[in-house]
């Protein structure tokens, strides 16, 4: 099984509605990131969370809210989607006591805004 | 900030080596990541450098000048399954540990 889930992997939705990603995780680590990825601009971070009472914003929050709800559930919220929210969305984690804290990345949702 | 530059894309032919460079300006320096990503899934890890020097790991291994600022990533015995995007990932100061990503650089083996 995955250790790090996320849902849905693909979702079209419309301008102006409100979406959850959601992000689980097995590997039991503490910090859990989001980021987007768009063509020609690599991996940005949205937010991150240190542990369950620790959000933090990333360089490119605005439009984003997300929730810790445990230590295994990291969920991305839109607010109110707008097209050029359309990207490839990433969760990870990372363990401080690993290698150099390198971080284990979900499979991906596609998101497109119409 | 952090200023992370790698080439867009390159392409080598199987069988063959090519060396894949990372230059970054950050304040401060806590260590830098590559990660491949095969198109359309997630980064995996590949290596993590702290410290000058080379560390090899299989036909992968990766460089790091920290007084110049500069890395590199060289894949020996190229085969086709290594076509993919390769991302230097650099963790500045601070102490947050968060790495930023540069965008990538496209690999296309062909035979």
């Known amino acids: 099984d995955a250790d790090v889930t996320q849902t849905p992997r693909n979702r079209i939705t419309k301008t102006g509605k409100r979406i959850m990603l959601e992000c689980s995780q097995t590997?039991?680590?503490?910090?859990m990131y989001w980021y987007r990825q768009d063509p020609g601009l690599g991996l940005r971070l949205i937010y991150y969370?240190?542990?369950?009472?620790?959000?933090n914003k990333g360089e490119i929050s605005d439009g984003y809210s997300v929730s810790r709800q445990a230590q295994a559930k990291f969920s991305l919220s839109l607010e109110s989607a707008i097209p050029n929210q359309t990207a490839l969305y990433f969760c990870?984690?990372?363990?401080?006591?690993?290698?150099?804290?390198?971080?284990?990345f979900g499979p991906g949702t596609r998101l497109t805004v119409t | 900030g952090q200023n992370i530059d790698q080439p867009t894309e390159m392409t080598a032919t199987e069988g063959a080596i090519v060396q894949i460079n990372c230059t970054y300006q950050?304040?401060?320096?806590?260590?830098l990541f590559w990660y491949q990503q095969h198109a359309g899934e997630a980064p995996t890890f590949l290596s993590y450098n702290v410290l000058d020097g080379l560390e090899e790991k299989g036909r992968f291994s990766s460089f790091l000048s920290r007084s110049k600022g500069y890395s590199y990533l060289l894949l020996k015995e190229l085969q086709m399954k290594d076509s993919a995007s390769y991302l230097c990932?650099?963790?500045?100061?601070?102490?947050?540990?968060?790495?930023?990503f540069g965008r990538g650089t496209s690999l296309i083996v062909h035979p």
């Open positions: 969370s240190f542990d369950v009472k620790d959000i």
């Open positions: 990870a984690t990372s363990d401080p006591t690993g290698n150099g804290h390198e971080q284990y």
């Open positions: 590997k039991g680590h503490d910090r």
């Open positions: 990932a650099v963790r500045g100061g601070g102490g947050s540990y968060i790495p930023t």
């Open positions: 950050t304040s401060g320096f806590n260590g």
